[in-house]
């Protein structure tokens, strides 16, 4: 099964995922959602994952810190922000607000929209002034599991497709929150997260 494939297993349910290690899990019904197959169960496969995750971010962090003409404010480190450059997708979890992030190549006065695809609805349309790299999230505008959104900002050549996987009500703490959006297709994000835990804010 390759790694993010979705699966729909009934209640009663149950399939078995091996990892790149010949080590197994069994995943139960009801669940309808990605799996990652590479990804273990389990506290050591909680403790596993977030170890490969910090080195990421110690990794990423140790790089971009060689780089000297590099800003930081260029980084996008708020793991409740959407970059609306790129396609992706985004975890959000529970009673979490997203917000927009642009990076510094799109920071000039323009106009920038969002559109859900599942909705006939025109497209909101705000404007955003330069010096202002994050903006709000609409409160009329749905958040709900599986949504697609086109986000374009019009200085930039293309829109974004972003798709939003609602991290499940039963997923308790950060730790076991991160583990989940690293297993459903949200590692960078994770790993954005686990370094907001590890640097005090202000210090990113």
Known sequence: MPANAYVDIPDGGSISLM???????????????????????????????????VKEDERERSQLGAVRA???????????????????TFCLPPAASPKFW????????????VKDWS????????????????LGWPPTLSTADGTT??????????????????????????????VWMAQHGCREQARRMVGSIRAPAGTQ
Do not use: C
């Not at 995943?27 to 909680?46: H, I, K, N, Q």
């Open 19 to 53: 990892d790149s290690a010949g080590g197994t899990r069994v995943l139960r019904g009801p669940y309808t959602g990605a799996v990652a197959a590479d990804a273990p169960a389990g506290d050591g496969g909680v403790m596993s994952m977030l170890g490969q995750l």
């Open 70 to 88: 590099f800003s930081k404010d260029d980084l996008l480190r708020d793991p409740l922000a959407i970059d609306v450059s790129r396609n992706t």
């Open 102 to 113: 642009r990076p510094g190549s799109l920071d000039r006065d323009t106009r920038f929209s």
């Open 119 to 134: 909705s006939s609805d025109e497209p909101l349309v705000a404007y955003w002034r330069k010096g202002d790299r994050e």
């Open 149 to 178: 959104f086109l986000m374009k900002v019009e200085a930039a050549r293309s829109a974004a497709e972003v798709t939003i996987l609602k991290v499940p009500e039963h997923v308790g703490g950060d730790l076991e929150t991160i």
